[in-house]
T-cell receptor, first 114, second 111 residues
């Protein structure tokens, strides 16, 4: 089966650092994505990891370990506007041929408090 | 994103009626997707397209059909709406079939 696990909720303080974990068990792996989704809005792309290691992009970093089926999203210098849901998604083979699809986690709702 | 629009943004309809949602892009991306997002389920792929007139089923395609007659438009039709199809529908586009970018969504309520 295909399964992605992330914590349901997290809270953190403005200016702090928070790490959101994602573990996955999938049939095949072609990369892992993190998206941010504010309430009532569309998901927006944050990061893509296909090789092991850390990818840094400003205040946001994403880490991948394929052997452990594990990723995390690290948010530094938290701001109030970072209060949102963070979605982990794994790209997997789908149907015949070279088709791929995303399997989505349920998201981690992050509340940043002053 | 400004390059993707969805219409309508909100719709209320009655059980048994057909409904068509439109996704329009100005990015000339080859790949387009329709998802639904429901509490407790996350995002689920309904149908996708890899070019004009080239479409395929996703994981929850029953009760839905799609058409793509132009690169910029991808239509999702609920043939006979049911209350279980009450959801938020997102369209997404991708240039390379890797990173997907989402439209603003359509909130559909089927009474």
């Amino acid at each position: 089966g295909q399964n992605i696990d992330q914590p349901t909720e997290m809270t953190a303080t403005e200016g702090a650092i928070v790490q959101i974990n994602c573990t996955y068990q999938t049939s095949g792996f072609n990369g892992l994505f993190w998206y941010q989704q504010h309430a009532g809005e569309a998901p927006t792309f944050l990061s893509y990891n296909v090789l092991d290691g850390l990818e840094e992009k400003g205040r946001f970093s994403s880490f991948l370990s394929r052997s452990k089926g594990y990723s995390y999203l690290l948010l530094k210098e938290l701001q109030m506007k970072d209060s949102a849901s963070y979605l982990c998604a794994v790209r997997v083979p789908f149907n015949a041929g070279n088709n791929r699809k995303l399997i989505w986690g349920l998201g981690t709702s992050l509340a940043v408090n002053p | 994103d400004a390059g993707i629009t969805q219409s309508p943004r909100h719709k209320v309809t009655e059980t048994g009626t057909p409904v068509t949602l439109r996704c329009h892009q100005t990015e000339n991306h080859r790949y387009m997707y329709w998802y639904r997002q429901d509490p407790g389920h996350g995002l689920r792929l309904i149908h996708y397209s890899y070019g004009v007139k080239d479409t395929d089923k996703g994981e929850v395609s029953d009760g839905y059909s799609v058409s793509r007659s132009k690169t910029e438009d991808f239509l999702l039709t609920l043939e006979s709406a049911t209350s279980s199809q009450t959801s938020v529908y997102f369209c997404a586009i991708s240039e390379s079939e890797v990173t997907q970018y989402f439209g603003p969504g359509t909130r559909l309520l089927v009474l």
